[in-house]
């Protein structure tokens, strides 16, 4: 059975930081790309950031960019979302999905994690 969970998140005041995690089992997690989407109360699920299957090649959305960083750590089956700077508008539930090209399109996913709310207060 293929699980994604992911841990972090929480209530942050603007300009903080958070570190959000996404955990698999059950799947080769090297094969497959990795991206972190988001999506506000009626808002399409957005992708802000991606990575590859062996981090050489890495996507953000240009309103993430420069305050998030997206790594992987496959030996642990792990992807991370370092975010600084937060503000009030990155506020929404974050997801993980894993896809074999982590393109934009959340219905190209094979597994998503459980989702996870980032508050921002301003």
């Known amino acids: 059975q293929v699980q994604l969970v992911q841990s972090g998140g929480g209530l942050v005041q603007a300009g903080g930081s958070l570190r959000l995690s996404c955990t698999a089992s059950?799947?080769?997690?090297?094969?497959?790309?990795v991206a972190w989407f988001r999506q506000s109360p009626g808002q399409k699920r957005e992708r802000i950031a991606a990575?590859?299957?062996?981090?050489?090649?890495?996507f953000y959305t240009y309103s993430v960019k420069g305050r998030f960083t997206i790594s992987r750590d496959n030996a642990q089956n792990t992807v991370y979302l370092q975010m600084n700077n937060l503000k009030p508008e990155d506020t929404a539930v974050y997801y993980c999905?894993?896809?074999?090209?982590?393109?934009?399109?959340?219905?190209?996913?094979?597994?998503w994690g459980q989702g996870t709310q980032v508050t921002v207060s301003s």
């Open positions: 990575i590859n299957r062996t981090g050489e090649t890495i």
């Open positions: 999905g894993t896809a074999r090209f982590a393109g934009s399109n959340p219905d190209e996913y094979d597994y």
């Open positions: 059950g799947l080769t997690f090297s094969n497959n790309a």
